[in-house]
């Protein structure tokens, strides 16, 4: 069966986001050596802005999928989906959250929109759409999650390869390189969902 297969994949991708996000924060490089201080040293520009652009992003993951976990009858694959996508990145949050800390930045950018996201740019749902993903029943709630959230994750990858060509902090580029890969493994997993439900 299609689904089981999804299923399979969805956990072994959370299972690798999970070893990955391990990794990143067990203070090792590539070749097993201490890293030290990293996210308190070399950072650019191209950094903060990862940083401060992608916790919103990954909130408003995490309220989507919340939305979509609140809802009875929701399709299993559907909800395994949400819940791996809030496991992931509430730890990416967090780290992040730290590194702005370290750097010596704010959350937010400071451009007056709630962390430098307009809805539509950058993959976000605009107000509209999350009010109507949080008012539709379970049917219709899962389609519209299922759609958004391949936008949203579109546009997080795009945000992500920004960083892996332009960051200089490496913690920060490792960690864009796992976003932009576990975040395409999902969307195809939404895909094939879109075509199963």
Do not use: Y
């Not at 967090?94 to 929109?113: A, I, N």
């Not at 219709?140 to 060509?165: V, Y």
Request: with cysteine.
């Amino acid at each position: 069966m299609k689904l089981t297969i999804i299923r399979t994949i969805l956990i072994t991708a959370a299972i690798a986001a999970a070893l990955a996000l391990a990794a990143c924060s067990n203070g090792a490089d590539h070749a097993g050596m201490p890293t030290g201080h990293n996210s308190a040293g070399d950072f650019n520009p191209a950094d903060v802005m990862f940083a401060q652009g992608m916790i919103p992003h990954h909130q408003q993951a995490i309220d989507m999928s919340d939305m979509i976990l609140a809802k009875d009858g929701v399709h299993p694959d559907v909800t395994a989906l949400a819940e791996q996508i809030k496991a992931a990145q509430q730890p990416e949050i967090d780290t992040m959250s730290r590194w702005l800390t370290t750097w010596g930045r704010d959350m937010d950018p400071g451009v007056g929109d709630g962390g430098g996201h307009h809805g539509g740019e950058g993959g976000i749902m605009t107000e509209e759409q999350m009010r109507q993903l949080d008012k539709a029943n379970a049917r219709d709630g899962q389609r519209l999650f299922l759609e958004g959230m391949i936008q949203h994750h579109q546009g997080a990858i795009e945000m992500a390869e920004k960083e892996i060509d332009e960051g200089k902090n490496p913690e920060a580029i490792d960690l864009a390189k796992q976003i932009a890969e576990s975040q395409q493994q999902e969307i195809e997993t939404m895909q094939a969902l879109l075509t199963e439900i």
